[in-house]
């Protein structure tokens, strides 16, 4: 094992960290002339020398690391990270076994104690996402400690820790068997093709499962659906297979219509039959409104933040705004489907913004459903900024 080096916490955020708290901000170590490389295992301890936890150095924009142990005499070393995803993949018992859904996340970083790192399952594969090159120094062990605790097809992994926190392109493949692409996987019997190593994403969001499953559901049948920052169309998808009368999908990127395409074609569906726009939403949201297209039903799950030739938006600032603009192009007695992956802010200063929007444009509203992370996405009490996911479903009166 790596020599532990001892940290000391300021008072303020040991107190915070001795009540389970996961990451190690970057204004908590005493001495700031301290030098640390990443993957440097660390002995935490508060001013008082009261041990805290065990943690390693990783820098990544949430902070310098993460608590690993709370066991003062843990070893950090292949049968840790083993113990670790034999816990997380208990917690997933039911999605292993439900042949409907064969696509989900297996460890959700510090919500299964291992701060910095998630693993997704995509029917057979493991993609492991590395989030500093702290947590990618103990990367052999964790590896070994995949490959002894699961039966897999293969392993693909990114790594989202260059320079700005961004995912470097590289071959993506680490071990087992090459999967050939799409990999047709199934979210509560919805087919999504999906690539495990075609860049940083991989065609489909896992934690929206529920929100998607209950428009198909309960919100789609003959409705005009309109589904903004689109991606891949998967909200889309799931309005047409729950019987909307048309789905229209707007996203900026080029690529996003030959990826919607091939998200209705695996389901059965004419793509032909559905509207797929590339263009800027913001700019979309002005030519609806200049022609009087109104919706039924709209999805809005924009970025947290996203920069356009035009506007720069940030989901804290901008959102309600977002939503005025939205508010105009859905029908009375229509429902808006709110969503926000932003931890900037709650729930509560999240329904500020619905409200504010509402009032703003005198719209009356409901609140029909809320949903937060679904189960596999595993979060601590004690670190509420891990629960990211935000979704309202709102209907509006005019």
Same mark, same amino acid.
């Given at each position: 094992?790596?020599?532990?080096?001892?940290?000391?916490?300021?008072?303020?955020?040991?107190?915070?960290?001795?009540?389970?708290?996961?990451?190690?901000?970057?204004?908590?170590? +005493?001495?700031?002339?301290?030098?640390?490389?990443?993957?440097?295992?660390?002995?935490?301890?508060?001013?008082?020398?009261?041990?805290?936890?065990?943690?390693?150095?990783?820098?990544?924009?949430?902070?310098?690391?993460? +608590?690993?142990?709370?066991?003062?005499?843990?070893?950090?070393?292949?049968?840790?990270?083993?113990?670790?995803?034999?816990?997380?993949?208990?917690?997933?018992?039911?999605?292993?076994?439900?042949?409907?859904?064969?696509?989900?996340?297996?460890?959700?970083?510090?919500?299964?104690?291992?701060?910095?790192?998630?693993?997704?399952?995509?029917?057979?594969?493991?993609?492991?996402?590395?989030?500093?090159?702290?947590?990618?120094?103990? #990367?052999?062990?964790?590896?070994?400690?995949?490959?002894?605790?699961?039966?897999?097809?293969?392993?693909?992994?990114?790594?989202?820790?260059?320079?700005?926190?961004?995912?470097?392109?590289?071959?993506?493949?680490?071990?087992?068997?090459?999967?050939?692409?799409?990999?047709?996987?199934?979210?509560?019997?919805?087919?999504?093709?999906?690539?495990?190593?075609?860049?940083?994403?991989?065609?489909?969001?896992?934690?929206?499962?529920?929100?998607?499953?209950?428009?198909?559901?309960?919100?789609?049948?003959?409705?005009?659906?309109?589904?903004?920052?689109?991606?891949?169309?998967?909200?889309?998808?799931?309005?047409?297979?729950?019987?909307?009368?048309?789905?229209?999908?707007?996203?900026?990127?080029?690529?996003? #219509?030959?990826?919607?395409?091939?998200?209705?074609?695996?389901?059965?569906?004419?793509?032909?039959?559905?509207?797929?726009?590339?263009?800027? +939403?913001?700019?979309?949201?002005?030519?609806?409104?200049?022609?009087?297209?109104?919706?039924?039903?709209?999805?809005?799950?924009?970025?947290?933040?996203?920069?356009?030739?035009?506007?720069?938006?940030?989901?804290?600032?901008?959102?309600?705004?977002?939503?005025?603009?939205?508010?105009?192009?859905?029908?009375?007695?229509?429902?808006?489907?709110?969503?926000?992956?932003?931890?900037?802010?709650?729930?509560?200063?999240?329904?500020?913004?619905?409200?504010?929007?509402?009032?703003?444009?005198?719209?009356?509203?409901?609140?029909?459903?809320?949903?937060?992370?679904?189960?596999?996405?595993?979060?601590?009490?004690?670190?509420?900024?891990?629960?990211?996911?935000?979704? +309202?479903?709102?209907?509006?009166?005019?």
């Amino acid at each position: 094992m790596t020599k532990l080096q001892n940290i000391i916490i300021k008072q303020k955020y040991a107190a915070k960290m001795q009540k389970d708290y996961p990451l190690i901000e970057k204004d908590a170590v +005493v001495d700031k002339k301290l030098k640390l490389t990443e993957g440097d295992l660390l002995r935490l301890m508060d001013e008082q020398n009261k041990f805290i936890g065990i943690g390693y150095y990783g820098s990544q924009n949430k902070g310098i690391g993460w +608590v690993l142990s709370r066991k003062a005499n843990e070893k950090i070393n292949v049968a840790f990270f083993a113990n670790k995803i034999e816990t997380a993949i208990t917690h997933r018992k039911a999605l292993f076994e439900d042949p409907e859904t064969t696509a989900f996340r297996v460890v959700n970083g510090e919500g299964d104690g291992l701060g910095g790192i998630i693993i997704d399952y995509y029917d057979g594969y493991y993609v492991i996402q590395w989030y500093s090159e702290g947590i990618y120094s103990f #990367r052999e062990d964790i590896i070994k400690a995949l490959e002894q605790t699961v039966e897999y097809k293969g392993i693909y992994q990114k790594k989202r820790f260059d320079d700005k926190g961004k995912y470097i392109e590289e071959d993506d493949f680490v071990t087992g068997e090459r999967g050939t692409f799409p990999l047709i996987i199934k979210e509560n019997g919805v087919k999504f093709a999906v690539y495990l190593n075609d860049g940083a994403m991989t065609g489909i969001f896992l934690d929206q499962r529920e929100v998607r499953q209950a428009i198909r559901k309960r919100y789609s049948n003959g409705a005009e659906m309109l589904n903004t920052f689109s991606y891949t169309g998967a909200f889309s998808v799931n309005a047409a297979l729950g019987g909307a009368r048309m789905t229209t999908s707007v996203d900026v990127a080029n690529r996003s #219509r030959a990826k919607t395409n091939e998200q209705f074609a695996v389901n059965n569906i004419d793509y032909e039959t559905q509207q797929i726009v590339v263009e800027d +939403v913001f700019q979309y949201f002005k030519y609806a409104a200049r022609k009087g297209r109104l919706f039924d039903l709209v999805v809005l799950d924009p970025p947290s933040f996203a920069k356009t030739k035009k506007r720069t938006f940030s989901a804290a600032k901008d959102y309600t705004e977002l939503l005025k603009e939205t508010i105009a192009i859905t029908k009375d007695e229509g429902v808006i489907v709110a969503s926000t992956n932003s931890s900037a802010f709650n729930m509560r200063r999240f329904k500020q913004f619905i409200q504010t929007a509402c009032k703003e444009t005198q719209t009356s509203y409901s609140i029909l459903e809320e949903y937060s992370l679904p189960s596999d996405f595993r979060t601590l009490r004690s670190f509420p900024e891990g629960d990211y996911l935000k979704v +309202v479903f709102i209907r509006i009166k005019k």
